[in-house]
């Protein structure tokens, strides 16, 4: 017994014994993120890095990052630069050369790149490591690339997650909650609409919009169809229940909103309420159990979405099957070699 008791003191004695920053250090969980050209990586380090932390988001550090950068975006290259300075002046974050160093020095990614084309490159090293990552918005440049994640995700068991800071704002989810609202029959919901002309039209911003009418509606839609005009557009979804979600997309007097049908009455939500802590509260959830509060199939069907909204706009306004355009991914795929 007193053998025993003089061990534990011993191991309490070399355990204080420690500095305090290498005691801290040991239970810490490393961050690396890959993308230094979003307000995002700011912002999420800042949250991750606060040594004030308790909770969900005690025992997390960014390290780590990874440059990365768009020549042929304006909202990348211009603001790049300012970003990874703010990460090693304010945060003491290292930055590397190389994705593949990166993963090395860290125990989870975040995928920040504001350009969607290259998280499909980007992501390929980190999943390969086995590593849980989140894919900020969108999570890629095309439908067939989010399949392909998901594909790469599963061979080598690597979770990944990836959503809109919208489906976490406190007022909208607390839509699906509100006695007054009952249950959903059906959602109107907006948000700016900036076009970028490398992404398909709603993958850049309307992401936003359309990711909150999923967060009201759920899985289901089968069909789309799309209204544009310079200044708006407005996409409609049938559920295969007989609910119908639509989305508008505006350039001009942009804001964000939704207006929800229930059986009980009718609820609106106006503005981004919470900020990015409530999405990166659900990061660190993840980052600890590898459980993804989204679903890949229902962030794939958000993306069917929008691309099937592309389509019905090629067709003039015609309604398009979200079963066509998974379907034309798929097929693209198959001649793509997985890595």
């Known amino acids: 017994m007193k053998a025993g008791i003089v061990l534990l003191l011993l191991l309490a004695v070399l355990l204080f014994a420690l500095p305090v920053g290498e005691a801290q250090e040991k239970g810490l969980i490393k961050i690396g993120i890959i993308g230094l050209d979003t307000s ?34 304006k909202a990348s290259y211009s603001r790049v630069d300012m970003f990874t300075k703010t990460l090693q002046e304010k945060y003491g974050v290292e930055i590397v050369d190389s994705i593949d160093e990166l993963v090395k020095k860290v125990d989870v990614v975040l995928i920040e790149s504001v350009d969607g084309r290259p998280h499909l490159e980007q992501a390929i090293p980190v999943l390969k490591a086995g590593k849980k990552v989140f894919i900020d918005k969108p999570i890629a440049g095309s439908l067939a690339d989010v399949l392909m994640i998901f594909a790469l995700a599963k061979k080598y068991n690597a979770p990944v997650f990836s959503s809109s800071s919208l489906r976490y704002a406190t007022n909208i989810r607390a839509v699906k909650s509100n006695p007054k609202v009952g249950n959903i029959r059906g959602v109107f919901s907006y948000s700016p609409c900036e076009i970028e002309p490398h992404h398909p039209d709603l993958f850049w911003y309307g992401i936003h919009g359309v990711e909150s009418l999923y967060t009201l509606m759920g899985t289901g839609c089968k069909s789309v169809t799309r209204a544009h005009t310079k200044d708006s557009d407005s996409v409609t979804g049938q559920w295969t229940d007989g609910r119908i979600g639509t989305y508008r997309g505006l350039r001009k007097g942009a804001g964000y909103g ?44 958000i993306f069917a979405f929008m691309e099937a909204a592309d389509e019905s706009k090629r067709q003039n306004g015609a309604p398009v099957t979200i079963d066509a355009v998974m379907k034309k991914a798929r097929e693209f795929n198959k001649t793509r070699k997985l890595p």
């Open 40 to 73: 995002h990586v700011p912002a999420f380090t800042g949250l991750f890095n606060d040594p004030n932390n308790e909770g969900d988001l005690a025992g997390f550090k960014v390290v780590a990052g990874f440059r990365g950068g768009s020549k042929d975006i």
């Open 258 to 301: 939704t207006v929800t049908f229930g059986d009980m009455g009718i609820v609106s939500t106006t503005g981004f309420v919470g900020g990015y802590k409530p999405l990166v509260v659900e990061i660190a959830k993840f980052f600890r159990t590898g459980a993804a509060p989204v679903s890949a199939a229902e962030t794939t069907e």
